[in-house]
């Protein structure tokens, strides 16, 4: 008998069951999910860089797990957020594009979010910050969140309250004051966990920080009197004030006693748009809006103390698309086939019940770009030209090696294909934008060589 019961425990663990029974075992665990908005690979105290200390985003990565390939599945921000909230690439639903500054009326998530299933679990839902998702139909209150306190376009003032759909909103209400977008996010989160701390909850918390415009309030940019560029000093002030931000809620989180019972995930919406903002994508090629490694590779972290390795950094391929999977399981959600996820629940592989690796591949289209990374290997394409480059020796993706890897180049190739295969046409904005070296629309414009006089 006693071999039958090993027999059959062994067989439950090869097929997952212990990554369910250790959600069992325990609460619900509660999910914050933090999002930063256009922060590089480049910055961050965690990340390598200590120009800008960031201790509380950086206490993710000590209490946790710090992915140094961490991706997002779109190189700018709607697209990826698409990702985010469904599971899916969002190239499977239209969603390749963002909606431009006039909105299509097509456009928004319609799609099943993640907020929805942990709502369908039993968790109370909140978000506070930049949606960037569609209105009406696919305002965040229609799609699964029990709060919302935030914007609903994908840039805002951070010390206006805005007009129009575009104002801040509580709910479906505009707000008659402010005072600091980043700050005020925070406040509003923590609201939400004082209210539901007896009971699991779900916190999406998307700051529009470090996205332009260049604000922050003067006594965080004066805290960098050092920095003596005026661009770079605001960001500074405005990356320092995201993570004071951070740290309040975290600091709310060990005052309800929930740290344990908490799982944290931050990543960055995307790359750096470098000479926008000034966010460094370190030794990374390219920037936002680009399927080089600096539009699409970013800062990604997760803690859940008690529950999975503290101070790990694990070089596995891990994307945004994992979030909803990883998060449902935590919750104790079986994720359906009919869902088709293409993100992985990243538990087990975290925890040491699975060997290898989450994704045997990742796989991005922007238009005319696209890319693939599997292995040590990537395909990058930015319109001109599929070129290949092996990232464990190039990380800079600095040496085309497309003519002598020939056989690896028609492998790559022929992957992308198939899953591109799953994929159906933009359902807004045009195929031919953002390509080659027009990538990146936010990159400011090269002046004009007056004539010589
Ligand atoms: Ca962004």
Redesign the pocket.
């Known amino acids: 008998m006693r071999t039958v019961l090993s027999t059959l425990t062994a067989v439950a663990c090869c097929l997952g069951f212990g990554v369910a029974a250790f959600a069992a075992d325990t609460p619900k665990p509660n999910v914050l999910l933090i999002v930063a ?2 922060l590089g690979w480049g910055e961050l105290g965690c990340q390598g860089n200590s120009e800008i200390p960031t201790p509380h985003i950086d206490s993710l990565a000590k209490n946790g797990i710090r992915f140094t390939s961490g991706y997002v599945s779109g190189p ?2 709607s697209p ?1 957020r698409a990702g985010l909230m469904s599971g899916r690439y969002q190239q499977r639903f239209g969603h390749e594009f963002n909606p431009g500054p006039t909105a299509p009326d097509n456009f928004g998530i319609k799609q099943t979010t993640i907020a929805n299933r942990l709502k369908d679990a039993g968790y109370a839902t909140g978000m506070f910050g930049k949606w960037h998702l569609g209105d009406g139909d696919s305002h965040p209150l229609k799609r699964g969140f029990d709060e919302y306190y935030g914007f609903l376009g994908g840039a805002h003032p951070y010390q206006q309250i805005g007009q129009g759909r575009n104002a801040i909103l509580r709910g479906n209400e505009p707000v008659d004051k402010m005072e600091f977008t980043t700050l005020d996010f925070a406040r509003e989160a923590n609201k939400f966990i004082d209210k539901n701390h007896d009971k699991p909850w779900f916190l999406y918390l998307p700051f529009n920080a470090v ?1 332009g415009p260049m604000e922050a309030p003067q006594s965080y940019i004066d805290r960098f009197p050092k920095i003596t560029d005026n661009k770079r000093r605001t960001f500074a002030g405005m990356l320092s004030a995201m993570d004071d931000a951070i740290g309040n809620v975290l600091a709310k989180l060990r005052e309800h006693k929930l740290e344990e019972n908490t799982l944290i995930i931050f990543f960055s ?2 790359g750096g748009p470098t000479a926008v903002n000034t966010a460094s994508n370190g030794p990374l090629n390219g920037f ?1 809006a680009t399927v080089w490694e600096g539009g699409v590779r970013v800062p990604f972290l997760m803690q859940w103390k008690g529950k999975l390795p503290a101070g790990k950094v694990d070089d596995r391929l891990v994307i945004q698309l994992d979030v909803q999977p990883t998060a449902l399981a935590a919750a104790g959600v079986d994720a359906k086939p009919e869902w088709k996820l293409d993100g992985v629940n990243l538990l087990p592989y975290l925890t040491g019940d699975k060997k290898g690796t989450p994704h045997d591949a990742l796989y991005w289209r922007f238009g005319r770009q696209r890319a693939i990374r599997q292995g040590d290997w990537k395909l990058t394409d930015i319109g001109d030209g599929a070129k290949v480059f092996n990232l464990t020796k190039d990380i800079g993706e600095k040496t085309d090696l497309a003519s002598q890897e020939a056989d690896k180049l028609k492998q790559l190739e022929a992957a992308y294909a198939e899953w591109n295969k799953g994929n159906v046409e933009p359902a807004w904005g045009n195929v031919n934008r953002g390509a080659g070296k027009k990538a990146n629309p936010d990159q400011p414009k090269k002046k004009k060589k007056k004539a010589a006089a």
Request: aromatic share 12%.
């Open positions: 908005d256009d700018y921000c990826t996205h919406d995307n936002k």
